[in-house]
């Protein structure tokens, strides 16, 4: 049994933590607020402008929509990594790696056998671990979270832009974490580029898709897609800090949670090595009294 000064040590210091982990659940859960309010309000915008721009895409030439409505064979991949700059948030950053790991793996094997595949990395904890990659790793872009604003997503989707038209890549996939509530997140993979039109055989909805253009269609297919596209990317990042918020968030209330049953045992294991030295104290003190007595 350890002694009562090596008890003492360690429930302070669990102790210690547990104040830790519980000011970190109260700052995540504050940042989270403001995260979600901006996820929810980005979300109608960006899924209407997004489908009106599926539903164009059909009648959009390679001339009108800048080559990013262009559908090659997917040669060439580009996947964007969306991760956080910290850590401590579960398996919030793990998920994410694991399953771009599994998809260069699996469904992009033969281009990464070819070298082929890229990672774009968005988040320390990705470009930490692609950069141990070479031949995957492309590069980064981790100060994004310093000032998650929609100028500066922009940025970064027109250079993506940009090497998808110059014919750098077939195929742009996005892969992050969806926010649902602070305990769900999922794993999201979402195609970037090339748009493609929706898949649907609904006759009344196409119809219902019959837009009027002013001033005139491809004056407004040319603003549309590259803002388009730039929601887009801003929708995922928005995403994925609202959920890394609420994954740390989960996570710190459940270590706040284990170190309070940790700090039970520890006094619990306290107590009884007290009570023990005090009796084998009394023990010794009657012990030593009937000796005297002999």
Do not use: W
């Amino acid at each position: 049994m350890a002694s009562l000064k090596e008890v003492r040590l360690r429930i302070a210091s669990v102790n210690s933590t547990q104040q830790i982990t519980k000011a970190m659940k109260m700052v995540s859960a504050a940042k989270l607020r403001r995260a979600q309010d901006a996820i929810v309000q980005m979300r109608p915008f960006a899924s209407k402008l997004r489908e009106i721009l599926e539903n164009l895409s059909s009648s959009v030439d390679a001339s009108e929509s800048g080559g990013f409505a262009v559908v090659r064979p997917a040669e060439k991949i580009l996947i964007v990594a969306i991760t956080s700059n910290r850590g401590l948030a579960g398996a919030f950053n793990s998920n994410i790696i694991r399953y771009v790991n599994r998809a260069i793996a699996a469904e992009y094997k033969q281009q990464h056998q070819n070298g082929n595949v890229k990672v774009l990395c968005i988040g320390k904890k990705a470009s930490d671990f692609f950069n141990k990659k070479p031949g995957v790793f492309l590069r980064h872009h981790n100060e994004i979270f310093n000032n998650l604003t929609f100028d500066n997503t922009a940025a970064i989707a027109q250079q993506i832009m940009n090497e998808y038209a110059a014919g750098n890549y077939d195929r742009v996939v996005l892969v992050y974490n969806r926010f649902k509530n602070a305990a769900v997140q999922y794993v999201t993979s979402e195609a970037f580029l090339p748009i493609t039109p929706p898949v649907s055989t609904d006759k009344k909805k196409g119809a219902a898709n019959d837009y009027i253009f002013e001033p005139g269609k491809a004056e407004i297919v040319q603003d549309l897609i590259p803002r388009s596209l730039k929601t887009q990317l801003y929708k995922a990042l928005l995403d994925s800090n609202a959920s890394e918020h609420g994954a740390r968030m989960t996570a710190m209330s459940k270590a706040t949670d284990n170190a309070g049953e940790l700090l039970r045992d520890l006094r619990l294991q306290y107590n009884k090595a007290r009570q023990a030295a005090i009796t084998n104290e009394i023990l010794e003190i009657v012990g030593g009294a009937e000796a005297l007595k002999g």
